[in-house]
């Protein structure tokens, strides 16, 4: 099973900031990874797929890029509503649903 | 509007067995596969199995395999998950999730059904 790590576990930043997170996975997994935004009290939320692909009604301050094992989201311009927890998702490989990482917690 | 809503929160004693159900509405119901995600508290997030509500076939999680079971009922649009043989590890936040047939990234959640597993 591909196990996912991300760095770091927590992110202080100031709104209007930039966020750099990362994401590795321990053998390749191409573009086959997906970012996902979580809040307290609520379920995930799809940002990113295929490495950097926004979904639908993500603001463009979201990117996301790598393939293989290395992959980064940069969150441009910290907005208030984007402190949350933040998951990658490889779905390359067994099993099925793929494995996430343990997240990054962007906090003020 | 494309949702899934699930059922309530639920209380087992160790040992029972608990069934959450999501009703999925606003698309074709066999358009997508749903699974079940599930979150410890204040963990991360775990895979459990997929059902393709097409013809009902499953996949299950290695860890889960031996007590799930997911269904789905094709005139209700609606997925079901139970969980046998209950332990106070299985608290949780249980989730489902729809992805496209061909990749699995889950663009779509249920609100989550919170069960609690204690004597």
């Known amino acids: 099973e591909i196990v996912m790590t991300q760095s770091p576990a927590s992110l202080s930043v100031s709104p209007g900031e930039r966020a750099t997170l990362s994401c590795r996975a321990s053998q390749s997994v191409p573009i086959n990874l997906a970012w996902y935004q979580q809040k307290p009290g609520q379920p995930p939320r799809l940002l990113i797929y295929s490495a950097s692909t926004r979904a639908t009604g993500i603001p463009a301050r979201f990117s996301g890029s790598g393939s293989g094992t290395e992959f980064t989201l940069i969150i441009s311009s910290l907005q208030s509503e984007d402190f949350a927890v933040y998951y990658c998702q490889q779905y390359n490989n067994w099993p099925p649903g793929g494995t996430f990482g343990p997240g990054t917690k962007v906090e003020v | ?119």
């Not at chain 2, 139970?82 to 590890?89: A, F, T």
């Not at chain 2, 729809?98 to 249920?110: A, D, M, Q, R, V």
């Open chain 2, 1 to 119: 509007q494309v949702q899934l809503v699930q059922s309530g929160a639920e209380v087992r004693k160790p040992g029972a067995s608990v069934k959450v159900s999501c009703k999925a509405s606003g698309y074709t119901f066999t358009r997508y596969y749903l699974h079940w995600v599930r979150q410890a508290p204040g963990q991360g997030l775990q895979w459990m199995g997929i059902i393709d509500p097409g013809d009902g076939s499953t996949t299950y999680a290695q860890k889960f395999q031996d007590r799930v079971t997911m269904m789905r009922d094709t005139s209700t649009s609606t997925v079901y998950m139970e969980l046998s043989s209950l332990r106070s590890e299985d608290t949780a936040m249980y989730f489902c999730a729809c992805s496209l047939t061909n990749e699995y990234y889950f663009h779509l959640w249920g609100q989550g059904t919170l069960v609690t597993v204690s004597s």
